[in-house]
Nanobody, 112 residues
Framework: QVQLVESGGGLVQPGGSLRLSCAAS????????MGWYRQAPGKQRELVAS???????YYTDSVKGRFTISRENAKNTVYLQMNSLKPEDTAVYYC??????WGQGTQVTVSS
């Protein structure tokens, strides 16, 4: 049974940082492209960042230079380091693999 479990969300002030983690089980993690998505209230879910099996990354324009995605295959974990957070980054953040599996999401709220 595949499980993706996100952690690390919370409330942070504008300009602050958070690191999200997604621990995977039930898949051969190193063989999958991993992605972080987010969904803000009233908006569609969007791809924030992804990392392929070779370590190549993609970022949506609004987070370039602020967010960094990385993976640690030995720990079956993908990370999203989020710096210089803005109120518009507020959303539920989801982890997904290239097989279409999803985690339960973790709330990120950026507010003073």
């Amino acid at each position: 049974q595949v499980q993706l479990v996100e952690s690390g969300g919370g409330l942070v002030q504008p300009g602050g940082s958070l690191r999200l983690s997604c621990a995977a089980s039930g898949i051969i993690f190193r063989l999958y492209v991993m992605g972080w998505y987010r969904q803000a209230p009233g908006k569609q879910r969007e791809l924030v960042a992804s990392i392929n099996t070779g370590g190549s990354t993609y970022y949506t324009d609004s987070v370039k230079g602020r967010f960094t995605i990385s993976r640690e295959n030995a720990k079956n974990t993908v990370y999203l380091q989020m710096n210089s957070l803005k109120p518009e980054d507020t959303a539920v953040y989801y982890c997904s693999d290239s097989n279409g599996d999803w985690g339960q999401g973790t709330q990120v709220t950026v507010s003073s």
